[in-house]
């Protein structure tokens, strides 16, 4: 079988990886790919963007699976398309994407389905926007309610910074279209969790647990970013929280598309905040693999990634159980200078090790200049380690980190810092 990737990032690396090391895979294209996509066996990076085109590739190449990695091309349409010219692809349509494409339909799909989460207002008009932060207090979450990569997301801890988020994205339209309509919502305190399930056919099943670590400096400090880093599982999911998620959230969420006729195929992601009580919110819905989670959650999945696709394309995924290494896994992301803000490009990257069984770097934003590697985009790297605890795999990675450079490059020193402070931090589902 030949079997298409779309997106060029770390998730879209890692799936490629994965992908190719079925038996039953011939071939694995991703569109368009990095320098370390085209680096890897059975993997071939193709030039092809933009839905049309990816059709027509897949078409004359014979691709039959197809896994789209980002959002945005969920958003524009690819599996409408696919699916309408008969072809096998694994993602959500356009109108069952809106849970992550719309966070004002997300927020509203939430409360029509019982999902718990932040109170919520939306606004497009900026001085109401104003007067509800005020009314409201702080802190208070100020978000863009289209993609914004990351970028639409401000946590505001006094006014000014509330008022100057709503400004920038109502006023300024820094985001153009994505933030031209705000979802303001209360904020919620506790633990990050990362709960993301295959889905198809109604069944759900839930992939290894994780935990991302958003903002750029250690001790959870600095901006907020794409992500920073991420391990696998994250101990704050407890077998009974896991349970009560399943039944909670990704049921009603699952249910409640297929009701309103938007039936859900694919990765879906439930961002969570677990308050001290282990109540689970939900902070957004994702519907595809995170970055950098799908690093840790791949090295550490044993069973046939499409195999499990199949299943859930099929209806089968209530017969599916997928299998997990039972180690620690944890991924230390390396960013350009001057990321998230203004990313640097074009600085060569040494010191790249050649990949084992235990550690491996997945490339996200690189490319290829005269035969080396360079960076090419903000996220560069996610240096990915297993280990029996998580300790052992913070060493694993960060020796690994150490021996590479690039100029200006930016990481965390304590990813899995919350993991490793728990006892018993060892591998687990």
Known sequence: MKVM????????????????????????????????????????????????????????????????????????????????????????????????????????????????TARYAVFDDPQAAHRYVDEAGVPIVVKADGLAAGKGVVVATDLAQAHAAIDQFLVGRTLGNAGARVVIEGFLEGEEASFIVMVGAGQALALATSQDHKRLRDGDLGPNTGGMGAYSPAPVITPQLHARVMREVIAPAVQGLAAEGTPFTGFLYAGLMIGADGTPQVLEFNCRLGDPETQPILMRL????????????????????????????????????GYPEAPRSGDPIDGLPAPDADCRVFHAGTALAAERVITAGGRVLCVTALGDTIRAAQRRAYETVDRIHFEGAQFRRDIGHRAAGRTGARGAA
């Open 5 to 116: 990737v779309i997106g060029a990032g770390g998730r879209e690396h890692a799936l490629a990886w994965k992908l190719a090391a079925s038996p039953r895979v011939q071939c694995v294209f991703v569109a368009p790919g990095n320098a370390g996509s085209a680096g890897e066996d059975g993997v071939v990076n193709v030039a092809a963007s933009g839905v049309e085109q990816w059709l027509d590739f897949a078409r004359s190449e014979g691709v039959g699976l197809t896994v789209v990695g980002p959002e945005a091309p969920l958003a524009a349409g690819v599996v409408d398309a696919f699916r309408a010219a008969g072809l096998r692809i694994f993602g959500p349509t356009a109108a069952a994407a809106q849970l992550e494409s719309s966070k004002a339909y997300a927020k509203a799909f939430m409360q029509r389905h019982g999902i718990p």
């Open 302 to 337: 044993k069973s046939d990634l499409v195999e499990l696709i199949e299943l859930a394309l099929d209806g089968g995924l209530d017969q599916a159980q997928a299998q997990w290494d039972r180690r620690v896994a944890l991924g230390v992301v390396m960013a350009a200078a």
